[in-house]
């Protein structure tokens, strides 16, 4: 069965982009190493190389809002990572947009993981943090929580978990890898135990 990872680049403080969806300096580890990710300008470290490109190459699955597939234009039918985008929307795909891309439409979160569950078959399932994200977490969905910490301080804008606002355990981090400019994290969600 897929495993559900909640994932993206955040700032120290816990943010994703600031109040007008501009992610600014968090993505500049992006752009500065030795090793070709494979796009345009995409260059890491090699010890970021080593950790991105096994979780870019075994995510089958991306699960993402509708907010952020309108400010993307959904990567015009080419998902970023992955084989499969399923949008968490109460609208439907726009009429004529890319009728080839493997691009699904879900009218809530459940619905949402359950289809990327069933589209990523062994890969797994990536949830774009932010107000989905949260919603996943908030529901039990989420298997494991992986962060992307850029050395930037935003104050305010779009927050990682969204608007969460429960309690949520962690495992203690299973992943821990000092890059350039970046610190992946990744981290189980604690289960309760009835």
Request: proline residues 6%; negative net charge.
């Amino acid at each position: 069965m897929s495993k559900v990872v909640m994932q993206n680049v955040v700032s120290v403080d816990g943010f994703i982009a600031d109040k007008n969806d501009d992610p600014g300096p968090l993505f500049e580890w992006y752009a500065n190493g030795d090793v070709d990710l494979g796009g345009p300008g995409l260059r890491v470290s090699k010890v970021s190389a080593a950790y991105v490109k096994p979780m870019w190459d075994g995510l089958g699955t991306l699960v993402i809002g509708r907010h952020l597939f309108d400010l993307t234009n959904g990567w015009e039918g080419t998902p970023p990572a992955g084989r499969h985008v399923v949008v968490v929307s109460h609208r439907p795909k726009p009429d004529g947009w890319h009728p080839e891309a493997s691009y699904h439409f879900e009218g809530d979160v459940t619905r949402a993981i359950a289809k990327a569950k069933e589209l990523a078959g062994e890969d797994y399932v990536g949830v774009a943090a932010g107000d989905v994200g949260g919603q996943a977490l908030a529901l039990g969905l989420v298997d494991e929580v992986a962060m992307d910490v850029a050395p930037v301080v935003f104050g305010s804008g779009k927050r990682y978990f969204g608007a969460v606002d429960a309690q949520h355990l962690l495992e203690d981090p299973h992943v821990v890898i000092q890059g350039d400019r970046v610190l992946h994290l990744a981290y189980r969600v604690r289960r309760q135990t009835t």
